[in-house]
Structure formats: structure tokens, C-alpha cells
């Protein structure tokens, strides 16, 4: 397919990919893993695990939530402090965070969702 869009009728020798063919772009070219990698296989299924619950109420349905931390100016090296956000499962009837998930560091029994 050759592009003849010139207005003095001239024919551009510019080759042109057909219409159907999708070019790859950044946005929807696909990483793929080395020749020697496979990606992991999953060798279970929903028969060998077991339900997560609540610590306190023993339900297991959870809501994602967000917590903020902050972070010094002098620690980013910009002119204003940071916000860290570190997403928080918590459980939809008691609204205690799932810790488990949690860091390490915010592990504790007083964080509640309100």
C-alpha cells in the first residue's frame, strides 16, 4: 500500500502497513519473559486453601481501604513533606484491618477504620 495523499497528484513511495495490521506502540506491546523462563504454574486449586477470617469476628469478607503515612521533606528531598499510601484490607463487619497484611511496622491491634 503505497500513501498518494500529495494535492499535485504525485504518488509518495512511502510504504504504508495495511489497515488491519496493528502497529505496536509502547501502550500495547507486551513484555515478554526470556526464551529459558516460564512463567510459574499454579499447581492448586480453590479445594486446597482455607477461607481468611477476621481476627475478631471471624467473618471473611474485607473492603480495601488506604492509609496515609507521611514522610519529611528532608527524607524526599522536595519542598513539601510526601504521603506514603499503603492499602489496608479491613473486614466489611467490624472494620478491623486484616493484619496479616499489613506492614510489619503497623501490626497492632489499635488501628481501626471509622
Given amino acids: 500500500m503505497f500513501n498518494n495523499n500529495k494535492n499535485d497528484g504525485s504518488m509518495n513511495m512511502q510504504r504504508q502497513p495495511p489497515m488491519n495490521m496493528q502497529m505496536q506502540t509502547p501502550m500495547n506491546m507486551q513484555m515478554q519473559p526470556p526464551m529459558n523462563m516460564q512463567p510459574p504454574k499454579q499447581n492448586f486449586n ?9 481476627s475478631a469476628c471471624k467473618k471473611s469478607v474485607f473492603q480495601n481501604g488506604v492509609m496515609f503515612r507521611k514522610v519529611s521533606k528532608i527524607l524526599t528531598g522536595t519542598d ?3 504521603l506514603v499510601p499503603i492499602n489496608v484490607p479491613y473486614c466489611v463487619n467490624c ?3 486484616l493484619q496479616e497484611l499489613l506492614p510489619s511496622e503497623l501490626r497492632s491491634n489499635t488501628i481501626t477504620i471509622i
Fill in 46 to 54: 480453590i479445594a486446597d486453601t482455607t477461607a481468611v477470617e477476621c
Fill in 80 to 82: 513539601k513533606d510526601g
Fill in 95 to 97: 472494620l478491623v484491618p
